[in-house]
């Protein structure tokens, strides 16, 4: 009888044991983090539940959260509280599934998309609409800041904007006193810095968007007259406005490699080199979108390979570099043309694209190509933009980076891609835009 009592106790206190991890995670769950900002020395620092807390970030709307975990990131942020394929609250729970904090946009209606911010019963409605959304996600434990807006200073001109967003973080931290409130800017000029002080006295962090140009980020900051903290909340490859243009008045895109060299310095120069008043960033874009090409602006194609600029984030965010590095882009070209050299062909004409790249582990590469006619549904800022329909190409030979094709028959401009993919998902891509006359 006495042995049947151990044996009986052991059993209850092996199932009690069991249970404690899984009421810890419930109990963890359903409490908000405290998420706060401390100065000392001159210096701004964010801090999650009293620990120090470092943005290691990246914009992911429909990207891998799982990927940005893999590489050590810590945060992503999104646009919106619901994108369409999942709930704030899925994102949110995915996020926390991987140990990640999430900076949550927040919808606001933008002027150029022809809202009126002297309409002060929209303005309301949106406020309220808003509110509703905070609540519903205020507690998550996940949810690390609330961003009020996407560029709203892109083409407005009605500073009342500014307003609206002062009022939105208002109440924002009456409902959820737990955690902090930015906006997030294209661009930055001395005007948007004087109206944000002026009239968004509220928010808690300023966020700065730049591409090309970040660069001059530290410098832009102290010239302009931000003295609180700011997040680098875009940053990335070259923008296409930024870039040389053909003849034909299209934007030339930068390699692969080229975008992943620039990604490491601009980080080094403008971001991790202001250690007193940038507390963090967000690369854009941890997935894939067509913006002007479908390989402009993410660090994942398609078919979900990594590019080269991933392997940089690894290295920033870690010290050391993934164990498979992504082929490196030695040269591409078309008729022994570059993309800056303004290719013009005729009908059917033959040409040879040459593209060459190394592989540090000289993993065995596969090559595809494809021609894309020039896209013409252009959006703004980031706006949707359909993908234009494949071309199909006339091959004369293909041998490892080499192809023999003949110029298409329609007049008109196109780009040549090519993708070189080492089998383990990971890929080198380039384009040249071309004129057919």
Known sequence: MKNLTLILFIFLAIGCTSNKPKEQAMNTLEKSAKVELKISNGKYKLYVNQQPFYIKGAGLEFGEISSLAKHNGNSFRTWRTENGKQSGKEVLDEAHKYGLMVTMGIEVARERHGFDYNDEVAVKEQLERIKKEVISLKDHPALLIWAIGNELNLRATNPKVWDAVNDISKMIHQVDPNHLTTTTLAGISKQEIDYIKERCTDIDVLSVQLYGKIIELPQMIKEYGWD??????????TGHWEVPKTSWNVPIEENSSVKAANYLKRYQVAIEADAAKCIGSYVFLWGQKQERTPTWYGVFLEDGSETESVDVMHYIWNGTWPENRTPQIESY?????????????????????????????????????????????????????????????????????????????????????????????????????????
Do not use: M
């Not at 609180?228 to 490859?237: F, L, N, R």
């Open 333 to 437: 070209t078309l008729n022994n043309k570059t993309a800056y050299e303004n290719v013009v062909l005729k009908e059917n004409q033959e040409v040879v694209a040459l593209f060459k790249v190394k592989d540090i582990e000289n993993d065995s590469i596969n090559y595809k190509w494809e021609l894309l006619p020039e896209s013409t549904d252009l959006g703004d800022g980031g706006d949707f933009e359909k993908r234009p329909e494949a071309v199909e190409i006339k091959i004369i030979s293909t041998n490892n980076g080499e192809l023999k094709f003949k110029a298409p028959e329609v007049k008109g401009a196109y780009r040549l891609f090519c993708y070189a993919n080492d089998g383990k998902s990971h890929t080198a891509t380039a384009n040249i835009p071309f004129k057919v006359n």
């Open 228 to 237: 609180g903290p700011y997040i680098v909340s875009e940053w990335g490859a």
